[in-house]
Antibody, heavy 121, light 110 residues
């Protein structure tokens, strides 16, 4: 069965950095586009970033562009999010999500359980 | 920028009742509208994609409809496990790819 397991969250000071990982199993990781989505405490969902199956196409939300970097290692079935210059408003649960199969990404069909990032001094 | 508006913010119903949730998109972009269910402490779960297609394993009591700027999620007869928050989501025409979520509708027990 499809499994997505995030790790790497924690407490970090404003301006600091953190790297999130997502270990994928139960499907052919290299066939799927992937994404990071976050949810601030008590708030709704916010899309963060997207990466194509080969890693050649990447998009970011305006709120993280220039500070976050998404990447993947298909040999290790892993997705990453490098977060730099973190701000208090980046505090959220970060979810790794699989995007529907095929060349037309429209929705997120499987989600991990999330990892909490807290940015506070 | 596409904005998704969901109504009502909260829907108070009893088991067995019908739930009708609305999602309005600020501009007509596509029929790539999806719905997710989220329970407290859990990750969201895909219910409906491309407006009206049920995801794998989703019961038939969940259905989606709509077009243009107005979309609806209907739960025909609420089961106890259906009390949760529901989000709609749409993708912009690409490039660039952007995904936007609505603010959510909470379905709670009356």
């Amino acid at each position: 069965q499809v499994q997505l397991v995030e790790s790497g969250g924690g407490l970090v000071k404003p301006g600091g950095s953190l790297r999130l990982s997502c270990a994928a199993s139960g499907f052919t990781f290299s066939d799927y586009y992937m994404s990071w989505i976050r949810q601030a405490p008590g708030k709704g969902l916010e899309w963060v970033s997207y990466i194509s199956s080969s890693g050649s196409t990447i998009y970011y939300s305006d709120s993280v562009k220039g500070r976050f970097t998404i990447s993947r290692d298909n040999a290790k079935n892993s997705l990453y999010l490098q977060m730099n210059r973190l701000r208090a408003e980046d505090t959220a649960v970060y979810y790794c999500a699989r995007i529907n199969y095929g060349g037309n990404p429209t929705h997120f069909d499987y989600w991990g359980q999330g990892t909490l990032v807290t940015v506070s001094s | 920028e596409i904005v998704l508006t969901q109504s009502p913010a909260t829907l108070s119903l009893s088991p067995g009742e019908r739930a009708t949730l609305s999602c309005r998109v600020s501009q007509s972009v596509s029929s790539y509208l999806a719905w997710y269910q989220q329970k407290p402490g859990q990750a969201p779960r895909l219910l409906i994609y491309d407006t009206s297609n049920r995801a794998t394993g989703i019961p038939a009591r969940f259905s989606g409809s709509g077009s243009g700027t107005d979309f609806t999620l209907t739960i025909s007869s609420l089961e106890p496990e259906d009390f949760a928050v529901y989000y709609c989501q749409q993708r912009t025409n690409w490039p660039p790819v952007r995904f936007t979520f609505g603010p959510g509708t909470k379905v709670d027990l009356k």
